[in-house]
């Protein structure tokens, strides 16, 4: 059993700042590429941000210069620190990552979610 669990949304003004955390527990050999998530109301699903095992980062362009992806490993977890919120970051944030499990392989793994809303 494999589980991510995310923490850190809440409810913050225009211009403030979030950060958002996401464990990995259960039984895996490794993690591979681990990433953010965010769907908004009536919108479809996109990409954030994602983090390499090698450290390499990915950002969405609308949030380039404002958030900043991070892992680390020792405890399996990736953050995604938001700063210069926007009302449009309004969004539930679900944590990705890529694990190699026994029997399975590499699959991935998604968290329950956490919400973010950003407004005054």
């Known amino acids: 059993q494999v589980q991510l669990v995310e923490s850190g949304g809440g409810l913050v003004q225009p211009g403030g700042s979030l950060r958002l955390s996401c464990a990995a527990s259960?039984?895996?050999?490794?993690?591979?590429?681990m990433g953010w998530y965010r769907r908004a109301l009536g919108k479809e699903r996109e990409l954030v941000a994602t983090?390499?095992?090698?450290?390499?980062?990915n950002y969405a362009d609308s949030v380039k210069g404002r958030f900043t992806i991070s892992r680390d490993n020792a405890v399996k977890t990736v953050y995604l620190q938001m700063n210069s919120l926007k009302p449009e970051d309004t969004a539930s944030y679900y944590c990705?990552?890529?694990?190699?499990?026994?029997?399975?392989?590499?699959?991935?793994?998604w968290g329950q979610g956490t919400q973010v809303t950003v407004s005054s």
């Open positions: 990705n990552a890529l694990m190699n499990r026994a029997y399975v392989g590499v699959q991935p793994y």
């Open positions: 259960g039984t895996f050999f490794s993690i591979g590429d």
């Open positions: 983090v390499a095992s090698n450290y390499v980062t």
